[in-house]
């Protein structure tokens, strides 16, 4: 069973509010990763970490940041929502190359 | 640029029928491969990975998946579908030898099993 968890599980929020969505892992893995995922849609990268203090964007450009100050934590920010990053957000971790990913339960976000 | 592409946003198949999920990658380099299946309203759950052992590889829940560098194809099969199968199944690409090491999803194959 993954040790991967993801808070909140859903989320409803107005327009120009300031969010973070919560990721811990409890396995030490080095790296980390946030993926966002419309409804039946692919999965695409928006940050990733590779270990604390190191965080790089990924393929789809994202208004939201990350930081990792502490190996098992990576939360994700969005200092004002809006309609457009209604979506669900994927948190992910693994080991180096080659290994599995474990990813969180999701948070679903949608901005009113 | 490494892409994963699955052919088939939807695949229907009978219980007890054979299941085919197709999945080729695009990079000079063959790169780590994954199967991994979603159930709704749930992250993603590992079936099987290919890293250059066995091209062959049996994952859980009764799939496997053959590693052809030749058609740079990386097929999820099972033999006789449940009705349980039904998912959203993702392939996944991570290229080596790359400064950047993560996961590159295709846009995944929704699994239905009709009784």
């Known amino acids: 069973e993954a040790d991967i968890y993801q808070t909140p599980r859903y989320l409803v929020i107005g327009t120009g509010k300031k969010i973070t969505l919560e990721c811990s892992q409890t396995?030490?893995?080095?790296?980390m990763y946030w993926y966002q995922q419309d409804p039946g849609m692919e999965l695409h990268l928006i940050h990733y970490?590779?270990?604390?203090?190191?965080?790089e964007k990924g393929d789809l450009s994202s208004e939201s940041t990350v930081s990792r100050i502490r190996t098992e934590h990576f939360p994700l920010t969005l200092e004002s929502a809006r309609p457009s990053h209604t979506s669900q957000y994927l948190c992910?971790?693994?080991?180096?190359?080659?290994?599995?990913?474990?990813f969180g339960q999701g948070t679903r976000l949608t901005v009113v | 640029a490494q892409s994963v592409t699955q052919l088939g946003s939807h695949v229907s198949v009978s219980e007890g029928a054979l299941v085919l999920l197709r999945c080729n990658y695009s990079?000079?380099?063959?790169?780590?491969l994954f199967w991994y299946v979603q159930y709704p309203n749930q992250g993603l759950q590992l079936l099987l990975k290919?890293?250059?052992?066995?091209?062959l590889v049996k994952g859980i829940n009764g799939f496997e998946a053959e590693f052809k560098k030749s058609e740079t194809s990386f097929h999820l099969t099972k033999p006789s579908a449940h009705m349980s199968d039904a998912a959203e199944y993702f392939c996944?690409?991570?290229?080596?030898?790359?400064?950047?090491?993560?996961?590159?999803f295709g846009s995944g194959t929704r699994l239905q099993v009709q009784p």
């Open positions: 290919y890293t250059s052992a066995a091209t």
């Open positions: 992910a971790s693994s080991y180096d190359g080659g290994t599995e990913a474990f």
């Open positions: 996944a690409a991570e290229l080596i030898n790359t400064g950047r090491r993560a996961l590159t």
């Open positions: 396995m030490g893995h080095d790296k």
């Open positions: 990079s000079s380099v063959p790169p780590y």
């Open positions: 970490s590779y270990g604390v203090n190191s965080t």
